[in-house]
């Protein structure tokens, strides 16, 4: 057990899928895992471990964050022996061809934060995802059809729809190549190096500031299955 983990180690599986939101972590197990348990509730964060298609398989919450996923991932490497963690999370996008509901692959993450330096002593801003676990989510979407848009993250210390304009956000990020905008895949991509373990992140896009359409919360939770049912698929690879 960790201060933040009550599970027993033997409880969470080597593969870690893990939502922002621990009711969607309910939902992922209740609908998707068969024999599943709760194996962490402390704080509410929920974890549950169970089988999905045979594959044993632990779907942990996160919170929200750099700080809530570092602790997370941190103590699920270090001591529970995970060597996957796919984050299947909820974003924003101010690139123009990223529309709301697009699912999104990342191909590293890009932050500011001090994440690095207070942990570590580290000066680093951008950091990988796992090239082997991203070529199984590539599998599974192209073998199911799966519109799947690949590129770099941004991982913001702030909620990127709070910024005053589109300028202002766009003037700390000016490339492009950047598709998304959330707060943890940087953390998650650190921790995951620092243990020498693979990391992915899957997105949906929730908000965007060249699309006005967007989704309440009970829509946030529930209508994220092709996200969920692509991680959970490429995890059987």
Do not use: W
């Not at 402390?42 to 919450?61: D, E, I, L, W």
């Not at 680093?124 to 199911?144: G, M, P, Y």
């Not at 006005?212 to 529930?222: D, H, P, V």
């Amino acid at each position: 057990m960790t201060p933040h983990i009550e599970s027993k180690k033997e409880d969470i599986a080597e593969v870690v899928l893990m939502p922002g939101d621990p009711l969607r972590a309910k939902y992922i197990a209740e609908k998707f895992l068969t024999d599943y348990k709760l194996v962490n509730k402390v704080r509410n964060m929920f974890g549950y471990t169970g089988y999905y298609k045979g594959k044993r398989v632990t779907v942990f919450a996160s919170g929200m964050g750099i700080p809530s996923i570092g602790i997370y991932s941190y103590e699920l490497y270090k001591f529970y022996d995970v060597k996957k963690i796919i984050r299947i999370g909820t974003s924003g996008s101010f690139n123009k061809n990223i529309k709301v509901l697009d699912v999104v692959l990342s191909e590293g993450a890009y932050s500011k934060t001090y994440f690095p330096k207070l942990l570590d002593g580290n000066t680093v801003d951008f950091i990988k995802s796992s090239e082997s676990l991203n070529e199984k989510i590539k599998t599974v979407a192209d073998n199911k059809n799966i519109p799947l848009k690949i590129g770099k993250t941004i991982t913001s210390d702030v909620f990127d729809l709070y910024s005053s304009s589109l300028d202002e956000f766009k003037s700390n990020f000016p490339d492009d190549d950047f598709l998304s905008a959330e707060m943890e895949a940087f953390g998650l991509f650190y921790i995951a190096q620092k243990f020498n373990r693979e990391a992915a992140c899957l997105m949906t896009v929730v908000d965007s500031f060249y699309d006005e359409k967007s989704l309440t919360s009970e829509e946030r939770e529930k209508s994220l299955d092709q996200m969920i049912t692509l991680a959970l698929d490429a995890v059987l690879l």
